[in-house]
């Protein structure tokens, strides 16, 4: 069996990382498409063994893409097109129908409360170009039950929809020693010096100026932020105004987020509005304490699933109390279940399912999921 990918872009997110970690774990042939900006992941992917094809879409509206991608499909007789992201899921599913595949199958990465991909859901159109072409897919997969229940209640039939939760490789993000003397050094912080960690792309919907406004009240900390977005000169700007530029350290994008972890005492995600909160899941296999505002891969477990992870509410004064609470017990922990349960070639095995009986003409979401059944 073939399978093309096709995501919207390949910077380093989330989105982007897990798709990465399935292609390496997947049982089937595939191939990877990105329409726009083919960033460090997609070298990463190629580094894998893998091709992907960069499609130059020029902007939301470059409808000349379709040809192009329709082209592709079926010049590699792909069997089933499995889409990432909202601009990809629109234009991907048109594609494939167009080179005639019917078994198109679409992950939901990142349908949030408030944000889509950082589109305000509620936008007109938004919602009704994606509900016209989900209609042309076989099944879509959400990556929490949290994601599932947005998906149905715009309007998707829930006999379309099947929760598969995102995977990490736990294996990967053990606390490594070395990696932790190497990183300090390169950022030019002390052995003993407490730092706070956040990943995650940098734009308003993550909140990190909350993060940096408690930190201004936690003194000797230093804050390692990974990732890169729009939100990076008005984070600068603020570091400076509060008199914190000088405890802060911008990584910029990176694909060495377990190595990065590694560095770090603490882990905070002020983000209020996360699809499955993947950078938590992260830091606890690192063996990190972390406060978070929004996680639902861990609101669909047990509290004992994950004891060093802290809710909070996404203000100041909360995240300024939870960082001075973990910094002073100040010590890691052997990974919780939390992690476990979440492990990227179980989730691939799934997948690879999805794909057998998309291909067979069978209703996939009628059938069990890595989570317990169908959703619902």
């Known amino acids: 069996m073939r399978v093309l990918h096709v995501i919207t ?51 939301n509206t470059d409808l000349a893409v379709l040809p192009r991608l329709a082209s592709l499909i079926r010049r590699g007789r792909f069997d089933v097109v499995h889409t990432h992201l909202y601009r990809a899921c629109l234009y991907g599913r048109v594609a494939a129908r167009l080179a005639g595949v019917r078994s198109i199958v679409a992950t939901e990465h990142s349908l949030g409360a408030r944000l889509l991909e950082g589109r305000d859901p509620g936008r007109p159109g938004v919602r009704e170009l994606y509900l016209a072409t989900e209609r042309l897919g076989a099944v879509t997969i959400a990556v929490s039950r949290a994601v599932a229940d947005r998906l149905a209640g715009w309007g998707v039939p829930e006999h379309r929809l099947v929760v598969v939760p995102n995977g990490i490789d ?11 003397r190497r990183v300090r050094a390169a950022h030019g912080i002390a052995e003993h010096t407490p730092v706070v960690g956040a990943v995650g792309r940098l734009d308003r919907g993550k909140h990190f100026d909350l993060l940096l406004r408690a930190l201004a009240e936690v003194p000797d900390a230093v804050l390692l932020l990974v990732g890169e977005g729009p939100q990076r000169e008005p984070l600068t700007a ?19 987020v377990p190595t990065l972890l590694s560095a770090m005492d603490a882990f905070a995600s002020p983000s209020e509005s996360e699809t499955f909160g993947l950078a938590v899941i992260e830091a606890l296999a690192a063996g990190l304490p972390v406060a978070y505002a929004s996680c639902p891969a861990l609101a669909e477990l047990p509290s004992s699933a994950a004891p060093q992870a802290h809710a909070i509410e996404p203000d100041t004064q909360a995240l300024r109390a939870a960082l001075q609470t973990m910094l002073v017990a100040g010590r890691r922990h052997e990974p919780p279940s939390a992690v ?35 959703h619902g």
């Open 9 to 59: 872009g390949l910077a380093a997110g989330g989105a982007e990382q897990q798709l990465r970690m399935l292609v390496a774990r997947s049982e089937v042939e595939a191939e990877v498409a990105c329409l726009t900006n083919p960033g460090i992941v997609a070298d990463a992917i190629r580094a894998d063994g893998v091709a992907v094809h960069h499609l130059g879409m020029r902007g």
């Open 238 to 256: 603020l570091a400076a105004q509060l008199g914190i530029t000088e405890r802060v350290r911008f990584t910029g994008e990176s694909a060495a």
């Open 340 to 374: 476990t349960r979440h492990d990227i070639a179980e989730v691939a095995r799934t997948i690879d399912r999805i794909y057998e009986r998309t291909a067979g003409g069978e209703q996939v979401a009628a059938t069990a999921t890595q989570e317990g059944g169908r």
């Open 170 to 180: 736990a294996h990967a993000f053990a606390f490594d020693p070395e990696a932790r």
